[in-house]
């Protein structure tokens, strides 16, 4: 008995270019998170208004990252891996912020 012979087709997909700016912009904020880690270790936990403003920024950064990577979704005949990666990197990282500022509050 002769073995199945299988077709495999590749398409040459473009990547979705909302779901590459979305993980462009987790590694922007992850890249100001362990910034201001460091910053916050080298000053004993007294980094100021700068610190807090740069977190702010960050959180900004990774609410429109993720809200490009919901959208990137809708983007037909295009390869979804970067809409995947930087949605939930970006909602990972949103997570985190809140977190971090609800913490700073109390």
């Known amino acids: ?10 398409t040459n997909k473009n990547h979705a270019a909302k779901g590459v700016v979305s993980t462009v912009c987790a590694g922007i904020s992850l890249g100001i998170f362990c910034v201001a880690s460091l910053c916050s270790l080298a000053y004993h936990g007294n980094g100021g208004i700068y610190l807090g403003a740069m977190g702010l920024a960050a959180l900004g950064i990774s609410i ?7 959208r990137s979704f809708s983007e ?5 891996r970067f809409c995947k990666i930087g949605a939930m ?18």
Do not use: D, E, P, T
């Open 89 to 106: 990197a970006n909602g990972v990282i949103m997570v985190i912020w809140l977190a971090l500022f609800l913490v700073g509050l109390s």
């Open 1 to 10: 008995m002769a073995g199945k012979r299988y077709k495999y087709s590749f």
């Open 64 to 70: 429109y990252g993720f809200i490009m990577g919901l």
């Open 76 to 80: 037909k005949h295009k390869n979804q």
